[in-house]
Nanobody, 124 residues
Framework: QVQLVESGGGLVQAGGSLRLSCAGS????????MGWFRQAPGKEREFVACIMPNGRSAYYSESVKDRFTISRDNAKNTVSLQMNSLKPEDTAVYYC?????????????????WGQGTQVTVSS
């Protein structure tokens, strides 16, 4: 089991950058595929990015590809999301998630472990 705590959200102007961090507890952190999801008001929660347990491979949604970068430090039990060139449509609550799984067809489903979420607001 793992507990997750996010930090780093806030208010930023369009074109700006933010870095989200997620600290995990538990000895099994390094065995999980870690990821980020987001949920905008009135919309369903959606996949943003994930990174494999060894940190060598990462995957992104088309909407954030080439703007966001996910990374992890298994020695510190942390996963981060560097968000550049932010757009107003990136405004959402961002959630850290552990134990994602790859579905047939290429999409990703969430694992059972969630952080509490952190608000990201991008003004135009």
């Amino acid at each position: 089991q793992v507990q997750l705590v996010e930090s780093g959200g806030g208010l930023v102007q369009a074109g700006g950058s933010l870095r989200l961090s997620c600290a995990g507890s538990g000895r099994t952190f390094s065995t999980y595929t870690m990821g980020w999801f987001r949920q905008a008001p009135g919309k369903e929660r959606e996949f943003v990015a994930c990174i494999m347990p060894n940190g060598r491979s990462a995957y992104y949604s088309e909407s954030v590809k080439d703007r966001f970068t996910i990374s992890r430090d298994n020695a510190k039990n942390t996963v981060s999301l560097q968000m550049n060139s932010l757009k107003p449509e990136d405004t959402a609550v961002y959630y850290c998630n552990a134990d994602l799984s790859h579905k047939f067809g290429g999409s990703w489903s969430s694992g059972e472990y969630w952080g509490q979420g952190t608000q990201v607001t991008v003004s135009s």
